[in-house]
């Protein structure tokens, strides 16, 4: 099993910027796409940004030039740095990874528990 764990979330105003952290624990094999989904109150959880093993990344376009995805692949973390942030950008974020437990088993999607952003003076 794996677990995610994600931090750095919290209050900042208007362009400022946040960076979050999300850590994978547990047995497993190798991790492959790791990403962002966010979800604000009353709304579908969206996709912000993804980033496979291969360092190809993804981003949705409302974060383009404002947020960048990267890993440690060493450390099993995606990171999600966070600038120029609007109160639009408020919204619980989300951590998705897959893995699996063998080369030749297929991968599994796990998600962390989330941590909240709010963009507000």
């Known amino acids: 099993q794996v677990q995610l764990v994600e931090s750095g979330g919290g209050l900042v105003q208007p362009g400022g910027s946040l960076r979050l952290s999300c850590a994978a624990s547990?047995?497993?094999?190798?991790?492959?796409?790791m990403g962002w989904y966010r979800q604000a109150p009353g709304k579908e959880r969206d996709l912000v940004a993804t980033l496979n093993s291969g360092g190809n990344p993804n981003y949705a376009d409302s974060v383009k030039g404002r947020f960048t995805i990267s890993r440690d692949n060493a450390k099993n973390t995606v990171y999600l740095e966070m600038n120029i942030l609007k109160p639009e950008d408020t919204a619980n974020y989300y951590c998705k990874a897959y893995w699996r437990n063998s080369a030749f088993r297929g991968y599994v999607e796990v998600w962390g528990q989330g941590t909240l952003v709010t963009v507000s003076s």
């Open positions: 547990g047995n497993f094999f190798n991790i492959g796409t």
